[in-house]
């Protein structure tokens, strides 16, 4: 059943990227949407849809389509890249991934690696724990005009980029909460630090063989010590509400 869905999925997938062929602006080329909710047929619903050309990549020259499906049980997102050519949009990127999140695709662009380009990431899984939200992120790659899947993120919830560390920053809640530190690396996210408040509050951080080292390990006598998310772990620094 699933190798069927699938090829129904590509199938519609390059139906829907005959828009590669020279065509009239309309206003997906110029401004931001998104739309929910479009029935096509008793097997398949287009749940939700984003376009933007506005803000992603290099400004004015991409444009991003996120479109979640629905065939039969099972639900999709197609995420397809395309930088502007002469006369007509190019694609560059197609994405498909399974998607179990409840919630909407709530997309977010913003410049994840600090290198003047946006990026994008957008709810892609229902987490097992209230609080953590699930997303995937795409980074632009201005060299070759290509939006990266960051194969790793889901397993970061609450990510954001920390403009202090140059890195991104996760927040994940548990029995009691991690802040985790991460830098980008191709095509995956890589832990190199965190603060782990629990019982104790443990700043540790990984070296490149993956072993962890303790900075230091803390008494927690105010619960309400344990739910801080922390923007630096050496000096340890908290974010202000």
Same mark, same amino acid.
């Given at each position: 059943?699933?190798?069927?869905?699938?090829?129904?999925?590509?199938?519609?997938?390059?139906?829907?990227?005959?828009?590669? /062929?020279?065509?009239? *602006?309309?206003?997906?080329?110029?401004?931001? %949407? @998104?739309?929910?909710?479009?029935?096509? &047929? =008793?097997?398949?619903?287009?749940?939700?849809?984003?376009?933007?050309?506005?803000?992603?990549?290099?400004?004015?020259?991409?444009?991003?389509?996120?479109?979640?499906?629905?065939?039969?049980?099972?639900?999709?997102?197609?995420? /397809?890249?395309?930088? *502007?050519?002469?006369?007509?949009?190019?694609? %560059? @990127?197609?994405?498909?991934?399974?998607? &179990? =999140?409840?919630?909407?695709?709530?997309?977010?662009?913003?410049?994840?690696?600090?290198?003047?380009?946006?990026?994008?990431?957008?709810?892609?899984?229902?987490?097992?724990?209230?609080?953590?939200?699930?997303?995937?992120?795409?980074?632009?790659?201005?060299?070759?005009?290509?939006?990266?899947?960051?194969? @790793?993120a889901q397993d970061f919830p609450n990510m954001q980029y920390n403009n202090e560390l140059d890195c991104i920053d996760a927040f994940l809640i548990h029995g009691g909460t991690t802040t985790v530190f991460a830098k980008l690396e191709n095509d995956s996210l890589i832990e190199f630090a965190g603060v782990n408040n629990s019982n104790h509050r443990t700043?540790?951080?990984?070296?490149?063989?993956?072993?962890?080292?303790?900075?230091?390990?803390?008494?927690?006598?105010?619960?309400?010590?344990?739910?801080?998310?922390?923007?630096?772990?050496?000096?340890?620094?908290?974010?202000?509400?």
């Amino acid at each position: 059943m699933k190798r069927y869905i699938f090829i129904l999925l590509v199938f519609t997938i390059s139906c829907s990227t005959k828009q590669n /062929k020279p065509e009239q *602006k309309s206003v997906q080329d110029t401004s931001l %949407q @998104n739309n929910v909710t479009e029935v096509t &047929d =008793a097997t398949t619903e287009i749940i939700e849809t984003f376009t933007d050309s506005l803000l992603i990549g290099e400004k004015g020259k991409s444009k991003i389509e996120i479109i979640k499906h629905r065939v039969f049980e099972e639900n999709y997102v197609i995420i /397809k890249f395309y930088t *502007k050519g002469p006369a007509y949009w190019i694609s %560059q @990127n197609t994405y498909v991934y399974e998607c &179990d =999140a409840m919630m909407g695709l709530e997309p977010f662009i913003s410049d994840f690696n600090h290198d003047s380009f946006n990026d994008i990431t957008f709810v892609s899984a229902t987490a097992a724990r209230g609080g953590n939200e699930v997303r995937r992120l795409f980074i632009y790659k201005e060299d070759d005009n290509t939006l990266t899947s960051i194969l @790793n993120a889901q397993d970061f919830p609450n990510m954001q980029y920390n403009n202090e560390l140059d890195c991104i920053d996760a927040f994940l809640i548990h029995g009691g909460t991690t802040t985790v530190f991460a830098k980008l690396e191709n095509d995956s996210l890589i832990e190199f630090a965190g603060v782990n408040n629990s019982n104790h509050r443990t700043v540790y951080e990984i070296n490149k063989q993956g072993k962890e080292k303790v900075l230091r390990r803390d008494s927690i006598i105010d619960n309400n010590d344990v739910y801080v998310r922390y923007r630096n772990y050496n000096p340890l620094k908290a974010y202000t509400k």
